[in-house]
């Protein structure tokens, strides 16, 4: 059958409408709460677990990696987070390896998800410079999956820079 992943927004409890964090992030979820939340739906057996979050912040991934480890320890669920992509990385302490080693290690996830969209509609130097960093992302992700064992998990960008204002020349 097919499972799937749900979103909780009690499990965001910390966070506003775009999913930042907001006041004090430093109060995390009890397992107990969390245990509470998953016994709505958990039993269900197409879910396959929560979805917590979308690129969080580097500044907030401990918050994401808290959630997802508690879920994660419950044995008919996981807390499932979709990475950035290798071209958005820019924190100078960390490399983007040394990202994914910690959060493999921290978080013990089931699978190894990324999204990334690098390809647009115009025929730019950039294009092909941010398609070289999305192959080397992929590449990167997928070694690390196979390393520890995990399933890994893409999207496919299936079109170029939508334009979502909603005009057209028709």
């Known amino acids: 059958g097919i499972g799937y992943y749900i979103n909780d927004a009690r499990l965001n409890t910390n966070t506003d409408n ?16 969390v245990a ?15 979805h917590i979050k979308d ?9 994401y990696q808290d959630i997802a480890k508690k879920l994660n320890s419950f044995t ?21 390896e040394e990202f994914w080693n910690t959060y493999i290690e921290n978080v013990q996830p089931q ?4 999204d990334d969209y690098p390809f647009n509609d115009n025929d730019s130097t950039d294009n092909v410079k941010e398609s070289k960093v999305y192959f080397e992302t992929l590449s990167l992700v997928r ?5 520890n064992n995990l399933p890994f998990w893409t999207y496919v960008q299936a079109g170029g820079d ?9």
């Open 162 to 170: 939508f334009n979502l204002d909603g005009t057209t020349d028709a």
């Open 143 to 147: 070694q690390k999956a196979i390393d």
């Open 18 to 33: 775009q999913g930042n964090l907001t006041g004090e992030a430093a109060d995390p979820l009890s397992t107990e709460k």
């Open 111 to 114: 699978v190894l998800a990324v």
């Open 76 to 96: 008919n669920t996981s807390g499932y987070i979709t990475m950035h992509p290798g071209r958005f990385w820019n924190d100078a302490d960390v490399s983007y």
């Open 36 to 50: 509470e939340y998953l016994s709505d739906y958990s039993y269900y057996p197409s879910v396959l677990g929560i």
């Open 55 to 63: 690129e969080p912040n580097v500044d907030d991934l401990q918050y």
